[in-house]
């Protein structure tokens, strides 16, 4: 059973379209999260959500708008998407208890815009 | 604000040869540390954690590393290394109460027949 799935996988699109990433855990978690990690491997916190609320919004571009319609769920929606947008992105959660726990990450979504 | 230093970026070392990443992080009065490993192609998956108690904290595949609060280290270590050890490794650092990580830079460990 996969705990942390992402779709899609691969997604290569064209500049200034409008894309969405899914994210769905399966472990009950109540923490979910979306990294960036650029070509040179450096992973970038973007968001994060509790419980459905927003937590972390680290300084993102607005073009990048994540959703969190439950507590297994976390989307992320970039419009206008540009050439550096260009990354692998990361989603993952962990169970907080005041205490930070193991993050459970995803396969990726690795993004090209041309 | 917390930082988190890999000081290496890339590890060659032969299969069967000791090998240890080294991470430093800036002081805090709590923190847990946490090693994470990238197989190409794939998400982060754990290797280990310190939370509190013993300093010599156990890993999965044979690694282990050590907090060092007066140096604030946490150097990743494993006595024999195998091929399938190559990979990208990540050191990170949490505060205590706070849900963020903040992940070092990585070291590739790449392993040499």
């Known amino acids: 059973d996969t705990a942390v799935s992402q779709t899609p996988k691969y997604l290569v699109t064209q500049m200034g379209n409008d894309k969405s990433i899914k994210c769905e855990q399966n472990l009950g978690h109540d923490t979910m999260y979306w990294y960036k990690q650029d070509s040179k491997k450096f992973l970038k916190i973007m968001f994060s959500y509790n419980n459905k609320e927003l937590i972390i919004n680290e300084t993102v571009p607005n073009r990048f708008s994540p959703k969190s319609p439950d507590k297994a769920h976390l989307n992320l929606h970039i419009n206008s998407l540009e050439l550096g947008d260009s990354a692998v992105y990361f989603c993952?959660?962990?169970?907080?208890?005041?205490?930070?726990?193991?993050?459970?990450f995803g396969p990726g979504t690795r993004l090209l815009v041309l | 604000a917390q930082s988190v230093t890999q000081l290496d970026s890339q590890v060659p070392v032969f299969e069967e040869a000791p090998v240890e990443l080294r991470c430093n992080y800036s002081s805090s009065v709590s923190v847990y540390l946490f090693w994470y490993v990238q197989y190409p192609n794939q998400g982060l998956q754990l290797l280990l954690k310190y939370l509190s108690g013993s300093t010599l904290v156990k890993g999965i595949n044979g690694f282990e590393a050590e907090f060092n609060k007066s140096q604030t280290s946490f150097h990743l270590r494993k006595p024999s290394v195998h091929i399938s050890d190559t990979a990208e490794y990540f050191c990170a650092v949490s505060d205590s109460g706070t849900y963020k990580y903040i992940f070092g830079t990585g070291t590739r460990l790449k392993v040499l027949a």
């Open positions: 993952a959660s962990s169970l907080f208890s005041g205490v930070q726990e193991t993050q459970y």
